[in-house]
């Protein structure tokens, strides 16, 4: 992939904001304050990004559920083959005797992820569901 030259900016902010973006950043293990910077407006990106229904996103879906509870494997299960398009892949792990923690991998647009999102995670005999986005990459600058 082709490198995007760097453009230099100057940013006016109070004193003690900058004192305790350095110290962050040094706790975060960053060299220098611009790739600090660069994270963060990307973190920003993907965030306002997710925000918009149309746009295309990548991310995972985990839940935890208990597979003795009635119907919940085959509710899973339905749902899942209903958005073949959307999961990518799927992991399962049988956690203890009773939980399983499934994760999905999923890609395609904001507002169809999130729907689908919603329906696990308040499917019955889910105990805990979470989706995670993140961006395609593609629209993301370097
Ligand atoms: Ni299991």
Not at 8 to 35: I, T
Not at 102 to 120: D, F, P, Q, S, Y
């Amino acid at each position: 992939m082709k490198t995007d030259p760097l453009a230099r900016f100057s940013v006016s902010v109070p004193r003690k904001l900058l004192r305790e973006l350095d110290a962050m950043s040094r706790d975060k293990g960053y060299h220098n304050r611009s790739k600090a910077i660069a994270d963060m407006i990307r973190d920003y990106l993907v965030e306002h990004r997710q925000q918009l229904a149309h746009q295309e996103i990548a991310g995972t879906i985990t839940i935890v559920y208990d597979h003795h509870k009635p119907h919940v494997q085959e509710i899973l299960t339905r749902l899942q083959h209903d958005h073949l398009d959307t999961i990518v892949s799927a992991l399962h792990v049988h956690l203890d005797p009773h939980h399983c923690l499934e994760v999905l991998v999923v890609r395609g647009k904001a507002a169809k992820i999130k729907t689908m999102a919603h329906r696990l995670i308040v499917a019955r005999g889910v105990k805990h569901g979470k989706l995670t986005v993140t961006s395609t990459g593609k629209d993301l600058p370097g």
